[in-house]
């Protein structure tokens, strides 16, 4: 079984808004090592299908138990791409507000996609 990190699910939350994201990126040549380095070993843990990735958070954004609040902040966040301290502004919230209902949001969803039990105070 996979493992959903706060990591992964924060890079797959702007997808959920904008399709041009869908597209996993491309490897840049110029960053590729030199021809006869030994490649590493994958990790399967750690490997998956983007588009795959994109629909477990969709489905975690649309199912897991997130608050009002979590759902507000975080579509704005990773939505329209609002700074921290803009939506505080919006919402009349310290930015620090917002940062943590992100994260509390961020970290419900990967538990949540993790299969784990989430109690009504495990979101806020």
Do not use: C
Request: glycine letters at 4%; hydrophobic letters at 40%.
């Amino acid at each position: 079984m996979a493992r959903y990190d706060v990591r992964l699910v924060e890079e797959a939350l702007p997808a959920l808004w904008d399709e041009s994201l869908h597209a996993q990126p491309i490897n840049n040549p110029k960053h590729a090592p030199p021809r006869g380095m030994p490649r590493a070993q994958s990790n399967p843990a750690h490997s998956g299908d983007w588009l795959a990735q994109v629909a477990d958070v969709r489905t975690a954004w649309e199912r897991a138990p997130l608050t009002l609040k979590q759902r507000r902040v975080v579509f704005m966040y990773y939505g329209l791409r609002w700074p921290q301290a803009l939506i505080g502004a919006y919402l009349g919230v310290a930015h620090n507000t917002v940062y943590e209902r992100v994260e509390r949001a961020l970290i419900s969803m990967s538990r949540w996609l993790d299969g784990e039990e989430l109690q009504s105070d495990d979101t806020e």
